[in-house]
Nanobody, 121 residues
């Protein structure tokens, strides 16, 4: 079992920055990937970014490339999402995700509770 706890959401003006954090606890060993998805009411949850267990392989959604950076903390069970140049369309509930193996979060088995990010224009 893996427990994910997110923090760092909030309200920011367009062009501003926020950093999300996700701490994983429980059975967090072996090969795994962690990352972020986001969702708005009535829409499907969409992939944002992922980092693999080694910490040196990342992928991003095209909509956030060059603006968001995913990284792993010194403790490998912590992941961050630095969000710069935020746009109103980045507004969503952001969910931390965890998946055993190295499949780039194709089918996460664990989710955080979500943290709201609101970008005002």
């Amino acid at each position: 079992q893996v427990l994910l706890v997110e923090s760092g959401g909030g309200l920011v003006q367009a062009g501003g920055s926020l950093r999300l954090s996700c701490a994983a606890s429980g059975r967090t060993f072996g090969l795994y990937s962690m990352g972020w998805f986001r969702q708005n009411p009535g829409k499907e949850r969409e992939f944002v970014a992922v980092i693999r267990w080694s910490g040196d392989s990342t992928r991003y959604a095209d909509s956030v490339k060059g603006r968001f950076t995913i990284s792993r903390g010194n403790a490998k069970n912590t992941v961050y999402l630095q969000m710069n140049s935020l746009k109103p369309e980045d507004t969503a509930v952001y969910y931390c995700a965890f998946e055993f193996g190295s499949n780039w979060l194709a089918n996460p088995g664990y989710w955080g509770q979500g943290t709201q990010v609101t970008v005002s224009s």
